[in-house]
């Protein structure tokens, strides 16, 4: 599997630190706001990543942060606002309350559009001391510095490779960056928070070691990514919007405090733009996923609009595609239901339309090309339908589409049937095949038929 690296501008083989299982961390929710379509593209980046590296056969660990507080606004001038305090006069609810509330939706409408729960989802309150160990020790290492107001500034001039993932180096940063940057206090304009100190009227702060504050929010993902994933871990996923600041200044401080490169793949993902301009909440642009359930689409068809193009590319969200991308999953379902049971074994032509799929999804993520294959196999008159039932079930561990929802539809297995398939492939792995047999017997005698798949036992009324 290889992946676009934004640092070293190169496609690179994804090759674990620890072998056998790829770590991944995504910058996640903030969570005073809802989530936006746009902000469901971004999370399905990771979502992909994880699904096509188990689809090759790797594990994967995947941690995405909730942004709880502190980012809100990321200037440290006395004007700034802080996003989380106007929602907290806008909805009279308290910060935790506040955050909490839109870390169920975005969770909500994560799952709606088919991404996986990541494993851990750690929240920026709940990880504050580890965030003061790491400025600590950036202090220590002579990278940051404490003001007379009690914030803490991280020192870009100590940091020789500032810039190096977005370009903003120290030089090209002269002209004026951030002219709103007002605290005189500070080396270097672009030199960013790591620990502002609270001041009237802040809801949200903690005692720390340089007086009550609040952290800043680029070290909240320096300080959990490596509390989760170790100080090597092997991709960082984000939008391309958080190349700069956010993750550049990340590099400068997991980098700055344990003296090493820290992530191997940076993978940044394109905005989805509503009739030309990015979503967001500033222009008054946000669609959420509950929105397509309500025009009676399928949420999960937003994955196949979003895998028309490049997960690098800006794309164009319009209803027309969203709607167009509804009926074709809903003619796959279809199909791979009147295709009927899954055959026993692949032939060589199905085998080589399973070779195109693996190498588009391979090739940094080339779901453009891996959906035109599943669009060939669909038309194909060279493949038996039960075996592009195989093929489309395999696939789909990626595409995340529910395509045998349809084949499903009217039977589930009830609990017994699900915990006599358990048993069987626990046997099967063990080789105990008397075992095996002998449930295949009684799946068998209770009206069912058996189909042995590279995903294990599978059963469906006969
Ligand atoms: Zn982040």
Known sequence: MRLFDSLTRTVKEIEPVEPGRVKIYACGPTVYRYVHLGNLRTFLLPDLIRRALEFEGHDVTVVQNITDVGHMTDESSPEAIDKMLLAVEDEGLQPLEIAEKYTQEALHDMELVGIRTPDVMPKATEHIPEMLDLIATLIERGHAYVVDSGSVYYDVGSFPGYGKLSGNTLENLKAGHRDLETDPAKRHHADFALWKAAGPGRLMKWPSPWGDGFPGWHVECSAMSMKYLGDRFDIHTGGNDLKFPHHEDEIAQSEGAVGHPVVSTWTHGGFLRLTGQKIAKSTGNVIRAPELVERGLD?????????????????????????????????????????????????????????????????????????????????????????????????????????????????????????????????????DYATSDRIRDELQAIGLEVMDTSEGTKVRPR
């Open 299 to 431: 949420p999960l068809a937003f994955r196949w609009l979003t895998f028309e193009a490049r997960y690098r590319s800006e794309m164009d969200f319009t209803w027309e595609g969203m709607e167009a991308a509804d009926r074709r999953v809903k003619q796959l379902r279809r199909h791979v239901a009147e295709w009927g049971a899954a055959a026993p074994q692949l032939g060589s032509a199905a085998e080589a339309f399973d070779v195109r799929f693996r190498q588009a999804v391979a090739n940094d993520l080339d779901m453009p090309t891996a959906l035109r294959v599943v669009n060939d196999l669909d038309r194909s008159g060279d493949v038996p339908p039960g075996e592009k039932r195989v093929l489309l079930a395999s696939w789909d561990r990626v595409l995340g589409l529910d395509l045998e929802r349809d084949a499903r539809a009217g039977w589930e297995p009830d609990d017994e049937v699900r915990r006599l398939v358990a048993e069987r492939d626990a046997a099967r792995a063990a080789k």
